[in-house]
C-alpha cells in the first residue's frame, strides 16, 4: 500500500528553521513527482513546490522561493521540506503528496502542523 507520512512540524520563532520530512513508503518516490502543500485555517489548500521525478528540478511558489527548499534522500526513500526564514504567514498545516507529474497527485500524507509565532 503505498503511504506517505509527514513529520518535522512544530512551532519556531519568526526567522528561524524547520526540515520537514515526507517518508514514502510502498513505492519509490524518486519515480514520482512529490509536491509540497499547506493549509492555513480558513483558507484553500495551496501549493508549495513541486520537485519533478526522477532527479527533476522543483519549482516553488513566489511567497517562498529563496527561503524554502526541497531535497530527495533516495536511500531513504524521503524527501524533506528546508524551511527557513520562517514568517508567520507560513503558519499552515504542510502536505506532501506524490504523482505521475506535478499537477496530478494520487497519494496524500497526513499533513504536519507548522505554527510560526513568538
Known amino acids: 500500500q503505498s503511504q506517505l507520512v509527514e513529520s518535522g512540524g512544530g512551532l519556531v520563532q519568526p526567522g528561524g528553521s524547520l526540515r520537514l520530512s515526507c517518508a514514502a513508503s510502498?513505492?519509490?518516490?524518486?519515480?514520482?513527482?512529490i509536491g509540497w502543500f499547506r493549509q492555513a485555517p480558513g483558507k484553500e489548500r495551496e501549493g508549495v513546490s513541486c520537485?519533478?521525478?526522477?532527479?527533476?528540478?522543483?519549482d516553488y511558489r513566489d511567497s517562498v522561493k529563496g527561503r524554502f527548499t526541497v531535497s530527495r534522500d533516495n536511500a531513504k526513500n524521503t524527501v524533506y521540506l528546508q524551511m527557513n526564514s520562517l514568517k508567520p504567514e507560513d503558519t499552515a498545516v504542510y502536505f506532501c503528496?506524490?504523482?505521475?507529474?506535478?499537477?496530478?497527485?494520487?497519494?496524500w500524507g497526513q499533513g504536519t502542523q507548522v505554527t510560526v509565532s513568538s
Open positions: 503528496a506524490a504523482g505521475e507529474r506535478c499537477g496530478n497527485f494520487g497519494t
Open positions: 510502498g513505492f519509490t518516490s524518486d519515480y514520482y513527482a
Open positions: 520537485t519533478r521525478r526522477s532527479g527533476g528540478s522543483t
